[in-house]
Structure formats: C-alpha cells, structure tokens
C-alpha cells in the first residue's frame, strides 16, 4: 500500500464514475415514470424495462462506490492513475471541438470543403507538422469520396458552396 | 434439401461476376480498414455499413462476409507488426507474434497467422455448412423463453468472461441496454426515456452507437496520450512465407486452435477471447520448444490465431441459426439484416435460403480471395502501418462521420455519436470495457421482445422460464458461467488454503 498516493487520483475518478453510473440508474428510473402505460392489456407493460435498467444501473454504480472506497481496488486505481498521468486534455478537447465545428459546417459549407479543412486542422492538433502534405491528402481524399458517394453509390453528400461547379 | 445441393446453388449465385466482384471489394475494404491500428473488425464492419446500403441484401451480404473476414486478416498484422491488437481476441497473438517480429521474424509470423487463419477459417466453414442448418432445424421448437434465457447467457458471459471485472462488465452492458431502450416502444407506441426530444424517438442507431464507442473514443483517447508516446513499426525483412520447420511447428496448432475456437465460438456464450487464450496455453504446454514461448514462439501465433478465426466463423452459427449475436461485431452484423428487414433465426433458412447459402458460399470465396491477398501483397498492407498518426486519426474521424451522416443526412446523428464517443473515452480511460455495451443496445429490445412474448403466453407467470425444461437447463448453465472463473479460489478457500488473487481473467475489452 506504499503507492497510496498515485492511486489517490485514480480512485477519485473511479468514485467520480460510480456516481455517474448511479445518476444514469435515476435518469432511467425518473424517464420510467413518464412513460404513459399504453392502451390495452399487455403482460408487461413499457415501463418494466427501464425500470429494471434503472435498479440495475443504481445498484451497479453503489457496488462501483464501495469497490472504490470501502475497499478500494488499488490495481485499478495505479492503472488509472498511470492513464491520467500519461495524458492530457487539451488535445482531446481540442480535437472534439473541431469534430462539432466539422459536423456543423457539413451542411452549409459542403462536405469537400469541410472535409479540406477539418482534417489539417485535426491533423494539426494531434502533432503533425507538415500541414501541405496534410492539406493535399485530405483534397484529394474529399473529392474522390465524394465523387464516388454521389456517382457510384447513390448517397447524397451535402455540395454546399462548391454547388456550382459540382457534376 | 440436401446441404450439398443447397451449397451448390450458393456457389452458383456467389460465382456470378457481379457477386465475385462484392467479395474481392469486401475482402479489400476490410483488409484496409482492419490493418489501421486499434480498428477491430467490429468498427469495420459498422463504418462499411452504409456503404452497402444501395446494394440488393444479397450482393450486400456478399460483402459483408469478405468485410468480416478481412478486418480479422487485417487485425492480426497489427498485433503483430505493433503490438495494437484491433480487438481483445488478437490480444494473445500479441504475445508472441510481436517477439517475433523484433527478432526479425515478423515474414514467418505474418505468413503462420494468414495461412492458419485461411485453413482455420475454411474448416470452420465446412462445419457450418453442415451444422448451421441442423440447429436452424432444432431452434424451430425453441419458444419464447427459451430465446430468453439464451440471451441471459449471452449477457451474463459477456459481462463475467470479458474484461477484468464481473462489476464494470455488467455496468458496460447496463449502459448499453440503457441506450437500447430509448425510443418508441414497439408493443404500446409509447416514447421511452426521450425526455421530450423529437430526434429520440427512433432510438439511437447501433451505427451511431459503434463508431462512436469504437472510432471516436478510440481517436480521442489517443489524442490524449499522442504527443507522449510514440509506437514503433518493425520494418518485416524477407518474405512472408515459412521455412520447413515453421510450417512442421504450425499445422498441428493450426488444426488444434480451429478445433478448439469452432465449437466453443458457436456457443452462445460465445466470443473468441476464451478459445485464444485456450489455444496459447495449449500450445505452450504441448510445445517442445516450451523454452521459447516469450521471446516468440511460432506455435503461439498459429494456434491463436486459427482460434480466432474458427472461433468468428463459430459465432456465425447462433446470429445465423437463432438471430442471437455473441460479439459487438456479430451484434452490428445483426443489424444489418435488419436494415434489410431480413430477421435471422431458424426462418432464415426456409424463407431465404438462396440468400443463405449464397452468403455462406461466399465464406469459403472469399477465404480464397484473402490468402490471395495477405500473402503475396503483404508489403502493401505492411505500408498502411506507416501512416503519421495524427494523418491517421484525423481520418478516422473523417470516415466516422461519413459513416454516420450518410446513413440519414442528419447531423444530429453525428452529435449524439461524438457524445458517445465522449463516453466511449471516459470507459476506456477508466477501464470499462466497450464491447458489452453494443452488445445490450441490440440484444435489450431482443430480449424484452422476448420475454414479453413468453409472459404473454403464460399469462403474466414468472414460473414459466424455469418449468420449461429448456429454459431452466440454458438458465443453470448462465449461473454456471458467472461461477466458473471464481472456481479456483473457492476451492483453495474449501481446502482451507489462502485463496489465489483475483478470478480467471480471458480477454481485455473488445
């Protein structure tokens, strides 16, 4: 029990996380309530199932806390300690907020101008360093996406700006 | 209908050029796809998903059958290569197939792992062709509650045999059925667990759900670890081919990992985590060169390897026969039926069965196609590996939200995927494992289907699933299983001796 102090972190985020676990058992057992019992007879009704999901989830998240409190598993703790230790945020958090910029600029902007621009910028913050190999490849990698997607395969690809032009 | 007539005619549609050309494509994207690190065959299968989509269901299935094979031929040259196992059945081929490509070794181990899983495969092909359509036969008796209690089994093997805890297993797979519930119930038409928001009424789609565990959370969980740690590829010299001696060492594994993953990966406590981790032990046991396991052994890729192949044709036989999923890829290939209203289970057989033989032909075609390709043209793959991470993961999240997208145009669709994929981050930084949770999204309505069914025909009475000799026997073997892996330190605890650490851990997540 000599490394209690790396599992410290670790065992903060398990407890964190069990009660993430219970509070999605009380969504599931509130979102339960609202269900509305439907007309006619059935054996079991609609609420069962969320309900039985709620239970499970609540009592799951308890079991969580006391396996990370009262007696604390601290291989797991040291592992997760080693995984917080080992990363940071600013890169996750960065990448995602440009996966939400991407997705919403999908629509209005098209998906080849979007695509040219969302994956440098990816690249980017995950560690490249050379953003005209990047810029080439995601070019060239959007228009034969979507050439083959709206030609070939039937799907619909937003063209967005580039409508004009586009066959 | 006799098997052989009916495998004749699958041959013959799957031989049409048309048909040919789907599976030389499937087996090509899935290779591809497979061979990206940290892609399992699961994630391949869900991103090519939409791809099928304006495809007639058998050309699709066609496809679908090359995909899932190659992600499996892709997965093993990264464990391998880079010690990234695609997905936790690869993760015993890590073992001793990354030893030997440090050791210079990496032609034989790529060479022992395509060739064990070609003959791995096609053994386990021939043992569904004969054995799938006697169970479709046999499930035609099953009744509701048996199909409950087989999905108990289901459950309760993923969650106690996967992954290093009974507790955050069954917490993935609550989470998942979390999800599965969400949306308009089909019996009573009534909104669950949508909170009022229009786009929840649907439910949330397995695609959605998939790629946002698999490719989101994968991507950002390495971007929180990128710019510390940097993976190395080891350059393969020489042909990927055997010297006498490690073809003499293989084929015994070969045959006896096939044996073993086959027959165990058809259970529907399925999964090919247990029958690689069987295999390796075997082998190291039966060895004589047992001084070597460690440092890159050649019987300890091929035995796993061919179990991991075997064990992945196995689980075709319950989604096939009983429509019941045992592994996130079989869960997602499920899915796809349905997107062509096609239900599998024991009707499959009778209503489509030129579909049937035409997907299972297409099996043995596109094992073929995928020694063709893994042998000769291994360097081609072996270049993918050398992709500049950052490159990599952006596109990973480039086709994510292709797929995603392009299956409804919606953008909300691809929020709620990158929240999952926050979800999917928070797991894996955590240790929950992923798996379990695509598993309950399918499998929950399945099973609440099915027990409602089974109340309803016995009147509102509980008793039911346990006086039905079937069930109760399918329900005593899900007790078994939870008790199984703490069998070792119950026993030392009955002999009175200081009981071993932990329980019998198999596999790591999916």
């Known amino acids: 029990m000599n490394s209690g102090n790396d599992a410290g972190q670790g065992l903060l985020e398990a407890r964190l996380a069990s009660l993430v676990v219970v509070g999605l058992g009380i969504v599931a057992l509130v979102g339960a309530t609202q269900v509305g019992p439907g007309a006619g007879y059935v054996a079991v009704g609609p609420v069962v199932m969320p309900t039985i999901i709620g239970l499970g989830l609540f009592g799951l998240g308890m079991l969580l806390l006391v396996r990370a409190t009262v007696r604390p598993d601290l291989d797991l703790a040291r592992r997760v300690a080693a995984e917080a230790a080992a990363s940071e945020w600013r890169t996750p958090g960065l990448t995602l907020g440009a996966l939400v910029a991407y997705a919403a600029a999908l629509g209005p902007v098209g998906y080849i101008l979007a695509t040219s621009a969302f994956l440098p910028i990816a690249a980017s913050i995950l560690g490249s360093r050379r953003p005209v190999r990047d810029l080439i490849v995601a070019v060239v990698l959007s228009v034969v996406v979507f050439i083959g997607f709206t030609e070939f395969l039937g799907v619909r690809l937003p063209a967005g700006l580039l409508d004009p032009i586009l066959p | 209908m006799d098997v052989l007539t009916s495998l004749a005619g699958g041959f013959a549609t799957a031989l049409q050029p048309e048909y040919l050309l789907f599976a030389a494509a499937g087996v090509t994207l899935g290779t591809l796809i497979g061979v990206l690190p940290g892609i399992g065959p699961a994630l391949t299968v869900a991103l090519l998903l939409p791809l099928t989509y304006s495809f007639d269901a058998t050309g699709a299935f066609i496809m679908f059958a090359g995909i899932y094979y190659g992600g499996m031929y892709g997965g093993s040259t990264t464990s391998i290569l880079l010690n990234t196992p695609g997905e936790s059945a690869s993760i ?227 989604l096939l026969t009983l429509g019941l999923p045992t592994s996130a890829t079989a869960a997602i290939m499920l899915a796809a039926f349905q997107v062509y209203n096609l239900q599998p289970g024991p009707l499959l057989f009778q209503n489509s069965p030129e579909l ?86 399918i499998l929950g309505p399945l099973l609440e289907a099915q027990f409602r069914r089974a109340m309803s025909i016995s009147q509102g009475d509980l008793s039911v699933f346990v006086t039905r000799p079937l069930s109760a026997v399918i329900l005593t073997f899900a007790v078994a299983v939870v008790i199984v892996p703490y069998l070792p330190r119950i026993i030392a605890r009955l002999r009175g001796r200081r009981s071993p650490e932990g329980r019998l851990v198999f596999g790591e997540d999916d």
């Open chain 2, 92 to 318: 015993v081929t890590t073992i001793e197939g990354f030893q030997m490509a440090k050791a210079g070794r990496g032609g034989p181990a790529l060479a022992t792992a395509a060739i064990g899983s070609f003959v791995a495969a096609t053994i386990s092909t021939v043992a569904i062709t004969f054995f799938a359509p006697v169970v479709a036969q046999a499930a035609l008796a099953f009744q509701p509650a048996d199909y409950f209690a087989l999905m108990v089994v289901a459950f309760v093997s993923v969650s106690a045999l996967v992954g290093r805890s009974l507790l955050r297993g069954a917490t993935s797979l609550f989470v998942g059925l979390l999800i599965g519930v969400i949306g308009i119930d089909v019996l009573t038409g009534q909104a669950r667990l949508t909170f009022g928001v229009t786009e929840l009424l649907d439910g949330l789609d397995i695609v959605v759900v998939a790629v946002g565990l698999f490719a989101v959370g994968e991507a950002l969980s390495v971007a929180a670890r990128l710019r510390r740690e940097q993976a190395e590829v080891i350059a393969v010299k020489g042909r990927a081919w055997m010297s006498r001696d490690d073809f003499r060492r293989s084929w015994p594994a070969w045959i006896r990992g096939a044996l073993i993953g086959f027959p165990l990966g058809s259970l529907p406590a399925g999964g090919a985590e247990i029958p690689t981790f069987l295999s390796y032990n075997l082998e190291k046991r039966l060895s004589k060169h047992p001084e070597e396991f460690g440092t890159g052994a050649i019987e300890g890729v091929a035995g796993p390897e061919a179990a991991n192949n075997a064990a992945f044709s196995g689980v075709l036989v319950p």
């Open chain 2, 356 to 441: 049937v033989w035409a997907l299972i032909a297409s099996l043995y075609i596109g094992n073929v196609m995928l020694l063709a390709l893994n042998l000769p043209l291994i360097r081609v793959w072996i270049k993918i590996l050398e992709i500049p991470r950052p490159l990599l993961y952006s596109g990973i999240l480039v086709f994510a939200t292709l797929g995603v997208y392009s299956a409804a145009n919606s953008l909300i669709d691809v929020l709620f995927m990158y929240g999952i994929g926050v979800l999917g981050f928070f797991m894996r930084r955590l240790d929950f494992p992923v798996g379990p949770v695509v598993l309950g999204v």
